[in-house]
Nanobody, 129 residues
Framework: HVQLVESGGDSVQTGGSLTLSCAASGYYWRTYCMGWFRQAPGKEREGVASIIRRDGTKPTYADSVKGRFTISKDNAKNILYLQMDNLEPEDSATYRC??????????????????????WGEGTQVTVS
């Protein structure tokens, strides 16, 4: 199993920046893909960004955050990051990181497909006003 703990959420003004962190423990070395997801009240959860853990390839972003968010990782520290710049009120949500061991599911369903991720953190709140 993998345990994930997010941090870094805060309240910021429009145009501001935040960096979210996700600390992983457990069998993190087995993880194939890591991702960030968000969910605002009354809305469905959506994928924000994902990355292949082992070599950092194939960073994938939702269209709504391209050019503003950057996903990265530090395998030595077992930490996943999400750098968020030029934040907009529409970015307000609870952000959760997720991990997937399932190469087949990721390749078949997509690198930001909910069902492909088996491990989830509890989330951190981002509010942009």
């Amino acid at each position: 199993h993998v345990q994930l703990v997010e941090s870094g959420g805060d309240s910021v003004q429009t145009g501001g920046s935040l960096t979210l962190s996700c600390a992983a423990s457990g069998y993190y070395w087995r993880t194939y893909c890591m991702g960030w997801f968000r969910q605002a009240p009354g809305k469905e959860r959506e994928g924000v960004a994902s990355i292949i853990r082992r070599d950092g390839t194939k960073p994938t972003y939702a269209d709504s955050v391209k050019g503003r968010f950057t996903i990265s990782k530090d395998n030595a520290k077992n930490i996943l990051y999400l750098q968020m710049d030029n934040l907009e009120p529409e970015d307000s949500a609870t952000y959760r990181c997720a991990a997937s061991w399932d190469v087949t599911a990721i390749e078949a369903l997509g690198r930001m497909a909910d069902p492909a991720f088996g491990y989830w953190g509890e989330g951190t709140q981002v509010t942009v006003s």
